[in-house]
């Protein structure tokens, strides 16, 4: 067994960072945290987190990025505003949380084959070329880039749906993707 | 005057949601109110796309509100709460921030679009509160109600982070509106805990767990029925009641109902119209007042 040192050094951060972070939309109030736990206290899925919601405010406004971006935290939360609507200091947690994870992909942090980001990312590519979701299409590219075993626990629910008429095999697309902000950001760069 | 709204169905009110759009459709139909669906519509981008751009995540939602705006209409409303909250949440964010009106304005510029800025999005829920009224509800009501006490499930998204459907935390209007159809509630204080969203597909058990403390809740109060009114939270307390079971130990079978299907019943809608054929879980149940409600009493 290795041992490690679990305690972080000052050095190791970096402070810049969340002051960046400070300035992005729905992240300007990080600094007002108190610290006080509300956030992981009516969090629904705190008790799952590496670090629960207040820990990660925390490790964002102290600058120690990788260990932020690279946590199961900033993906398990389902964006219920929970946490958001009950923060006596007005801090905009689930916003904070969806940065980092938008952050976490840019610089390619995210837990690899962790299911909750391979989504995100098949959902966005999907979304994006054709304009709607196509569940059952999604979600046989999100196991395929986690972990396809995922699959065996959705047969007897995706049966369920079928006899219901609750799911189709189309692939849903709309009319004008023309329209749709890839194309159009194409358009904008020329300009 | 005849009333009309524009209306955005979204992915899941055409796939796993579909008895949500049946009876939100038959619902209206019988309080004579017409719905419009937006044309060529595309998905609101829900929570995924936003975790990945979030410039882009507000112009691909700012399209619909465009095509909104082009149909000379003032209000879309939207039933769905991932489709409700991202169309509050660009336009919120397009107003407080100069640097994402900007872009969201030269994506929308470059096809040709103009910003929806003067669209209002409405829900299902505050709309029947609001603007059609409990009177209204109550006066039309046809049939009794035999199917028991309701538990009204409002999960997160449709009362968070904006409060124009109801309260964020204890919200009532569901409630109301039942109540006024001649529907009992019982107290539910988990109302507006997260269901877990789409954590039902990606990590299994947790999605199962947070949905088994939902619905042990809701028959500890004593409900015979589930109202809700998101398409997300409908699926998850009905499509893993099989696995609530095992996991629970409890003799669980509960019909989870959009509580558009409800006052469509109280209304005299039509079982099929209605979408009760489409849900998972409670058939059994289901079919006891689904058919006991045949001989309709006038209950005013």
Same mark, same amino acid.
């Given at each position: 067994?290795?041992?490690?040192?679990?305690?972080?050094?000052?050095?190791?951060?970096?402070?810049?960072?969340?002051?960046?972070?400070?300035?992005?939309?729905?992240?300007?109030?990080?600094?007002?945290?108190?610290?006080?736990?509300?956030?992981?206290?009516t969090?629904?899925?705190?008790?799952?987190?590496?670090?629960?919601?207040?820990?990660?405010?925390?490790?964002?406004?102290?600058?120690?990025?990788?260990?932020?971006?690279?946590?199961?935290?900033?993906?398990?939360?389902?964006s219920c505003y929970s946490c958001t609507v009950r923060?006596?200091?007005?801090?905009?947690?689930t916003?904070?949380?969806?940065?980092?994870?938008?952050?976490?992909?840019?610089?390619?942090?995210?837990?690899?084959?962790?299911?909750?980001?391979?989504?995100?990312?098949?959902?966005?590519?999907?979304?994006?070329?054709?304009?709607?979701?196509?569940?059952?299409?999604?979600?046989?590219?999100?196991?395929?880039?986690?972990?396809?075993?995922?699959?065996?626990?959705?047969?007897?629910?995706?049966?369920?749906?079928?006899?219901?008429?609750?799911?189709?095999?189309?692939?849903?697309?709309?009319?004008?993707?023309?329209?749709?902000?890839?194309?159009?950001?194409?358009?904008?760069?020329?300009? | 005057?005849?009333?009309?709204?524009?209306?955005?169905?979204?992915?899941?009110?055409?796939?796993?949601?579909?008895?949500?759009?049946?009876?939100?459709?038959?619902?209206?139909?019988?309080?004579? *109110?017409?719905?419009?669906?937006?044309?060529?519509?595309?998905?609101?981008?829900?929570?995924?796309?936003?975790?990945?751009?979030?410039?882009?995540?507000?112009?691909?939602?700012?399209?619909?509100?465009? /095509?909104?705006?082009?149909?000379?209409?003032?209000? /879309?409303?939207a039933p769905c709460a991932a489709c409700y909250l991202?169309?509050k949440k660009?336009?919120?964010?397009?107003?407080?921030?100069?640097?994402?009106?900007?872009?969201?304005?030269?994506? /929308?510029?470059?096809?040709?679009?103009?910003?929806?800025?003067?669209?209002?999005t409405r829900h299902p829920l505050e709309?029947?509160y609001?603007?059609?009224?409990?009177?209204?509800?109550?006066?039309?009501?046809?049939?009794?109600?035999?199917?028991?006490?309701?538990?009204c499930y409002y999960g997160c998204q449709a009362v968070r982070p904006y409060y124009e459907v109801d309260k964020p935390v204890d919200p009532t209007r569901m409630e109301e509106?039942?109540?006024?159809?001649?529907?009992?509630?019982?107290?539910y204080?988990l109302k507006t805990k997260c269901c877990?969203?789409?954590?039902?597909?990606?990590?299994?058990?947790?999605?199962?767990?947070?949905?088994?403390?939902?619905?042990?809740?809701?028959?500890?109060?004593?409900?015979?029925?589930?109202a809700t009114l998101c398409?997300l939270c409908?699926?998850?307390?009905?499509?893993?009641?099989?696995? *609530?079971?095992?996991?629970?130990?409890?003799?669980?079978?509960?019909?989870?109902?959009?509580f558009?299907?409800?006052?469509?019943?109280?209304?005299?809608?039509?079982?099929?119209?209605?979408?009760?054929?489409?849900?998972?879980?409670?058939?059994?149940?289901?079919?006891?007042?689904?058919?006991?409600?045949?001989?309709?009493?006038?209950?005013?």
């Open positions: 067994m290795e041992i490690k040192r679990q305690m972080k050094h000052q050095k190791e951060a970096t402070p810049e960072w969340a002051h960046q972070i400070t300035k992005l939309p729905g992240c300007e109030k990080l600094f007002s945290c108190i610290q006080c736990g509300t956030c992981s206290g969090c629904p899925l705190s008790i799952y987190m590496d670090y629960t919601p207040r820990r990660i405010m925390n490790l964002v406004r102290e600058g120690f990025r990788e260990d932020a971006l690279a946590s199961q935290t900033i993906w398990l939360c389902a923060c006596p200091q007005q801090i905009q947690i916003d904070i949380m969806y940065t980092l994870k938008r952050e976490a992909i840019k610089s390619r942090l995210f837990p690899k084959r962790f299911p909750i980001p391979a989504l995100a990312r098949e959902f966005y590519g999907m979304v994006s070329k054709n304009g709607r979701s196509s569940e059952m299409w999604l979600v046989m590219r999100m196991a395929m880039k986690s972990n396809p075993m995922i699959l065996l626990t959705m047969i007897g629910t995706g049966w369920n749906l079928f006899k219901t008429g609750r799911m189709t095999l189309r692939r849903e697309k709309i009319r004008r993707v023309s329209e749709l902000p890839h194309e159009n950001a194409k358009a904008m760069e020329v300009r | 005057m005849s009333e009309e709204y524009l209306y955005f169905p979204g992915c899941s009110l055409k796939a796993t949601g579909r008895a949500y759009e049946e009876s939100l459709l038959t619902l209206f139909r019988l309080l004579d *109110i017409k719905l419009d669906e937006l044309e060529d519509w595309n998905c609101c981008g829900a929570t995924s796309y936003m975790s990945i751009d979030e410039e882009k995540a507000f112009a691909l939602s700012a399209r619909n509100l465009a /095509l909104a705006q082009k149909t000379g209409k003032k209000e /879309l409303l991202v169309l660009t336009q919120d964010y397009v107003e407080r921030y100069p640097s994402m009106r900007e872009y969201v304005e030269a994506s /929308l510029k470059a096809a040709n679009l103009p910003m929806g800025d003067k669209i209002r709309v029947l609001n603007d059609i009224g409990l009177d209204r509800i109550r006066s039309k009501v046809v049939r009794k109600w035999t199917g028991g006490p309701v538990a509106l039942l109540e006024a159809a001649g529907i009992p509630t019982v107290k204080s877990g969203g789409s954590l039902t597909g990606t990590i299994h058990k947790v999605g199962v767990r947070l949905n088994a403390i939902l619905l042990k809740e809701a028959a500890r109060n004593g409900a015979k029925v589930v398409p409908q699926f998850n307390l009905d499509a893993y009641q099989g696995e *609530i079971r095992k996991q629970t130990q409890q003799n669980l079978d509960m019909p989870i109902l959009y558009t299907q409800l006052l469509g019943w109280a209304l005299g809608g039509d079982a099929r119209a209605l979408g009760f054929r489409r849900s998972i879980s409670g058939q059994a149940p289901m079919k006891q007042w689904l058919s006991a409600s045949k001989e309709v009493a006038a209950h005013v």
